[in-house]
């Protein structure tokens, strides 16, 4: 009775976001509540396991997530993100400027949330393909696929985050094993699917053309490249520094620097100055730029908060042991598991962060049971919450607005890219799993 009381819960969680289209925190607090009464908890206690459960994975993940926020929002607004991509175009010149946006949406992807980078590169791709006469699909999607394999597998982005936080593992070499999985995706599902659709005659929209910032007021290249790629340069350089020092002071400072909070603390504190003063921008409108990017994102800090609630109330109800004894004695591999958890999920509700999110609560008693690797379960998590992605997903219908596709030329080119790149990233991690 408690697996099936856990099954109807998560089932009808999906039906809530889908169905009845409630906002997904909302559904995730009806939930959470619902299913701590049916599982024995107590009434009075049950509010309490969900205020708990919201602030013990919000508290150590809102400032990570925040300042990421206002780091991609001052990235885009400073030109930094466009003064990247015209490098890239550049340096890989017209034969290769597909592989040139693909480094490039990996580039700009690592600092931006998926949809401010979405934005921010369909301009840069519909310039191309109206410059050279290519097939937009052909030359966008590439791009496109490393802005998803970006928000899937790498932190500082909010699921992979907010997954580390969970599986207590080590951020630094989750973003070093992802950045290892993350080429392999990239490629197969950008440039080697992407050539099975030229045929595909897309004319996007001039509309969606947003206005580029004229050349004398982007930022210089190394300054754009160095502030976009700061967190992502302290966060590996402290984890292969700390792997080598000793104990002792400067083993304590290490592991202080390489906490994601002071690591985006810093960056957003250089980056105010590189991108923001320099630029000639007062402290005021840095400080509007950041304010916005806090309203962007609040959305995903509340549904991060919600998935939280649900995991205490199976932990408090004591069902998370059960769950665990129950899926390990189906002999599949943890990693293999997780991934279909989060698979399933993701093409039930469409969203990759509530995917991985639940995932995760579900997953974490095999995981202490088992021993398993959690950087790599963050990204067999991560991995899986792409799958698919179709009509219930946003970025199934920004991919087809902008590039003025109908539904099935979206399934055939979009859908299929991000079934190819969870496919892979399991793959990757499996194989990592038999040498870490």
């Not at 990421?68 to 993100?81: D, F, I, T």
């Not at 976009?228 to 590996?236: C, D, G, Q, R």
């Not at 989060?342 to 995917?355: C, K, N």
């Not at 080119?413 to 496919?423: D, H, L, R």
Request: proline share 5%; net charge positive.
């Amino acid at each position: 009775m408690t697996l099936i009381i856990v099954t109807a819960s998560i089932l009808c969680l999906v039906l809530l976001i889908t169905w009845l289209r409630l906002n997904p925190f909302i559904a995730f607090l009806i939930v959470s509540i619902v299913c701590g009464l049916l599982l024995g908890i107590p009434v009075k206690s049950v509010t309490g396991s969900v205020q708990k459960g919201m602030g013990d994975l919000i508290g150590g993940l809102l400032p990570v997530i925040i300042f990421g926020a206002m780091l991609g929002k001052l990235v885009a607004e400073s030109g930094a993100a466009q003064k990247i991509a015209s490098v890239m175009v550049s340096l890989f010149g017209t034969k290769y400027v597909q592989w040139g946006l693909v480094f490039t949406g990996f580039i700009v992807g690592i600092p931006l949330f998926y949809n401010v980078a979405f934005v921010l590169v369909v301009p840069l791709i519909f310039s191309v393909v109206y410059k050279y006469k290519l097939p937009a699909v052909f030359i966008g999607l590439p791009m496109l696929s490393a802005l998803s394999v970006t928000h899937g597998f790498l932190p500082p982005h909010p699921a992979p985050s907010a997954l580390v936080l969970q599986f207590n593992a080590n951020m630094g070499l989750t973003l070093l094993y992802g950045v290892s999985l993350a080429i392999p995706a990239i490629v197969l599902a950008g440039p080697v699917y992407s050539r099975s659709l030229r045929q595909i005659n897309a004319m996007p929209l001039k509309i969606f053309q947003s206005e580029e910032l004229p050349e004398d007021k982007l930022p210089g290249a190394v300054n754009a490249f160095l502030s976009a790629l700061l967190p992502v340069i302290m966060l590996s350089a402290t984890a292969v520094y700390s792997a080598f020092v000793p104990e002792g002071i400067w083993k304590d400072i290490t592991v202080f620097l390489s906490e994601p909070t002071v690591v985006m603390l810093i960056t957003l504190l250089i980056t105010t100055c590189t991108l923001g003063l320099r630029s000639g921008r007062d402290i005021n409108r840095v400080m509007e730029i950041y304010l916005a990017a806090v309203k962007d994102i609040a959305m995903v800090v509340l549904i991060i908060a919600g998935s939280g609630a649900l995991k205490q109330v199976l932990t408090d109800s004591g069902v998370g042991q059960q769950i665990g004894t129950a899926l390990n004695g189906l002999q599949i591999e943890p990693l293999v598991l997780g991934w279909l958890i989060a698979a399933l999920i993701r093409v039930s509700v469409g969203s990759a962060t509530v995917a991985g999110l639940t995932a995760a609560g579900i997953i974490l008693p095999v995981m202490q049971q088992t021993h398993t690797n959690p950087n790599l379960m963050v990204l067999s998590i991560g991995a899986g919450s792409l799958m698919f992605s179709h009509v219930n997903d946003p970025g199934f219908w920004m991919f087809k607005e902008y590039f003025n596709l109908t539904i099935k030329q979206t399934i055939r080119s979009w859908s299929i890219m991000e079934t190819i790149v969870a496919v892979t990233g399991l793959i990757g991690v499996l194989l990592l799993n038999m040498v870490v």
